[in-house]
């Protein structure tokens, strides 16, 4: 397999030789994916070279959906704990433009300063998509329990 330059020429080829449907910036730079792959529905997946150093990758993943603010501590809650056992891709809690709903996004970047050839590019953006989709169900799942604070508060409650 021959290693290639890390360039939007590349992503876009792998993109199409997948046959997956994709939305590309104005500035050319940037390449956005919506796939159905979790429970809730659409997973966002956007991939980009880095401004700033046009040798790294960067592969974001989100839900389609947000969440609403008055979840932010459960979410922080459960982030912080994937952080701590996952060590790539990691995940933050973000705002967004609507003050009642945040998002959480999981985000993983690859320093290509050799380049890479379109198999690997292929595995990066696959795992990193895996873990996102595996992020994403554990949040649904977890996010209908009750969090250790709340747990907390209620056995101060009842004593």
């Known amino acids: 397999m021959k290693i290639e330059p890390l360039s939007t020429e590349l992503i876009e ?13 104005d500035d050319g730079q ?6 159905s792959s979790i429970e809730r529905g659409k997973l966002h997946v956007s991939l980009r ?4 150093r046009p040798d790294i990758l960067e592969i974001t993943v989100s839900p389609a959906g947000y969440y609403h ?28 433009a609507q003050p009642n709903r945040v998002t959480v996004v999981g985000e993983s970047a690859y320093l290509l300063s050799d380049g890479i050839h ?9 795992s990193t998509v895996e ?6 169900t ?12 709340a747990l907390e508060q209620w056995m101060d409650r009842t004593g």
């Open 13 to 25: 080829r792998y993109l199409r030789s997948h046959g997956l449907r994709f939305f590309r910036s």
């Open 131 to 136: 873990y996102g989709t595996d992020l994403f």
């Open 138 to 149: 554990k949040i649904e799942h977890a996010i209908g329990l009750p969090s250790a604070q």
């Open 30 to 35: 940037e390449f956005l994916l919506v796939l």
């Open 118 to 126: 379109l198999a690997g590019l292929g595995n990066f953006v696959r």
């Open 49 to 52: 070279i880095n401004g700033v």
């Open 69 to 96: 603010a008055g979840e932010r501590a459960r979410l922080m809650e459960l982030v912080n704990d994937w952080n701590r056992d996952t060590h790539w891709p990691k995940a933050f809690v973000r705002e967004t």
